[in-house]
């Protein structure tokens, strides 16, 4: 076998015929970082060329040392800590709701029947129009900011999860009925992996939510959390700070990226 | 001697008057049949004939077909599909080992993946496979189960020619060692007679020839007892095999 290698290895002459691709082909290596980066270091040629009014677009430098600043201060961690409990508390109850509601509706006639009509039309209602109706209902402590969050997630968690388990292939479903799976154990095995890539686009899409609400939320009645401080920016037009908030939608849909390719490693698709 | 006797006396399979339709066109009509326990029957037939709608319904998944008559299968039932249906999302052991019980689950599964020449690829996902190493995991999660019954419908028919030749040696060889009875559908009379310990031919939803290979394996496509049989059933499929 290696005499065989060796032998190719001398070969210096490849010819082939290739034929025009179709897929995307081969992934650039940190290639979802580099539109970013581009985007940035543009913004640091312009900036530092004098083409932005520092008031309106302050340079990259500006921001990152507005953010240094907050972190040596403490304010953005304790800021952020406050934001992430709120958003996780929402997340992870409104996470729960939307795949439990995506089972109900995608394994059973009744509960698509009652569930899904249902959340279709919730989908239409802007759930941050509803932010006065919750203050009515469950005053405007930290229990409404919590709820709107969870109703957000789940809603997005819900279209995703339940687009992915309708299409899970029918065949596999013959499977499980001729070895006999129980119905958990077809949950486990068929059902929830099918619906997994439908779940990640609904978590991707859900986090983007809760950070979006976070900052209307906490701009309602609060004294903590990433929206305050945001809040507290635009009121002495501390541009810069706005802008480090961009920074983690990035980070936390670069997280939930790498967790996906770890997780859905089975798959061959156009994107490889 | 006795042993067989008694065997034959309760089949594996005991099919009476089944009718199964689609619509208002009738695809079994009152179709009797009985296999024996380790009895390897082919059902052969051509397309549209009812072979899939009579395995189907043995499988028990022909819910929301219309039709009557009585069908007794044993409890253990494992199907072999056209296609290899692994999951994909696992490996190959676990989809072997799909849906079994007890801490010897995975142990068997290896024995499973090692009887059908597949040792040492537990690890691997399924499209990482050939198609004929797809069918074969497919055949070990059947055997893992130790089915009374092994129902297969076109199980080789989507794999090239010499993988088949190698597949018919394989099942062979497992329904030897396992004993399950068998119900092979398939459309290639040459597969039947190679495989099989009775023929079955279905024309038009009933049993037009009912035929036991009394040919010794190995069996050879050359033998003239082979060609007779291969005569008499393509006549019977209506082909001209002059």
């Known amino acids: 076998m290696t005499l065989l290698l060796d032998s190719a290895k ?34 640091w040629g312009a900036s530092a060329g004098g083409l932005f009014d520092p008031r309106l677009l302050p340079a990259p430098d500006t921001v990152l040392a507005a953010a240094l600043d907050l972190i040596e201060r403490g304010t953005l961690q304790d800021s952020l800590l406050v934001s992430l409990q709120r958003a996780g508390i929402g997340f992870s109850i409104g996470a729960t709701v939307g795949i439990v509601l995506a089972l109900l509706a995608g394994l059973s006639r009744s509960g698509e029947a009652v569930v899904d009509g249902w959340m279709q039309v919730q989908r239409s ?33 819900y279209i995703q999860t339940y687009a992915g388990l309708t299409g899970i292939d029918s065949r596999y479903v013959e499977l499980a009925e001729t070895v006999d799976l129980s119905r958990a154990r077809f949950i486990r095995l068929v059902v ?24 209307v939320l906490e701009q309602i009645n609060a004294t903590s959390g990433i929206g305050y ?4 920016a635009q009121n002495y037009a501390q541009t810069e700070v706005i802008v480090v908030y961009g920074l983690f939608g990035f980070v936390s849909d670069g997280l939930l990226r790498l967790v996906e390719r770890k997780v859905l490693a089975w798959r061959s698709t156009l994107s490889g | 001697m006795a042993l067989d006797t008694q065997r034959v006396t309760t089949p594996a399979v005991r099919v009476r008057d089944l009718v199964r339709g689609f619509g208002s066109t009738a695809v079994l009509r009152g179709l009797d049949l009985d296999i024996a326990p380790g009895q390897f029957v082919a059902l052969l037939g051509r397309s ?7 395995l189907r319904a043995l499988a028990g998944l022909d819910r929301g077909v219309a039709g009557t008559g009585e069908i007794d299968v044993p409890d253990q039932v494992a199907v072999v599909f056209q296609d290899s249906r692994l999951l994909p999302w696992q490996r190959v052991l676990p989809n072997v080992v799909i849906g079994l019980d007890g801490p010897n689950a995975d142990r068997l599964g290896r024995d499973a993946l090692a009887e059908v020449g597949l040792a040492g690829r537990e690890r691997a996902w399924p499209r990482e496979l050939s198609g004929g190493e797809q069918q074969r995991v497919a055949l070990a999660r059947s055997l893992v189960r130790e089915p009374a ?52 031919v279905l024309v038009d939803g009933a049993i037009a020839v009912d035929r036991p290979i009394e040919l010794a394996q190995p069996r050879s496509h050359r033998d003239p007892a082979f060609l007779s049989y291969r005569y008499e059933l393509l006549t019977a499929l209506g082909v001209d095999a002059e």
Do not use: N
């Open chain 1, 10 to 43: 001398k070969s210096t002459v490849d010819v082939r015929p290739t034929r025009p691709r179709l897929g995307p082909g081969r992934a650039i290596p940190y290639g979802r970082v580099l539109g970013p980066v581009v985007v940035l270091a543009a913004w």
């Open chain 1, 125 to 157: 209602v802007p759930t941050l129009g509803l932010i006065p109706l919750m203050i009515l209902w469950l005053g405007i402590g930290e229990t409404f900011k919590v709820v709107i969050i969870a109703i957000v997630v789940a809603i997005i968690i």
């Open chain 1, 192 to 215: 929830l992996p099918g619906a997994l890539p439908g779940l990640f686009v609904g978590l991707r899409l859900a986090v983007t939510g809760s950070w979006l609400s976070l900052v």
């Open chain 1, 229 to 232: 401080l945001m809040f507290q």
């Open chain 2, 48 to 54: 549209g004939s009812g072979k899939s709608t009579l």
């Open chain 2, 149 to 200: 019954l092994l129902l297969a419908d076109e199980p080789f028919g989507a794999l090239d020619a010499l993988t088949r030749i190698r597949m018919h040696a394989l099942l062979r060889e497992l329904c030897q060692r396992h004993g399950p009875a068998v119900l092979l559908v398939t459309h290639d009379v040459d597969e039947a007679i190679v495989l099989a310990d009775r023929v079955v």
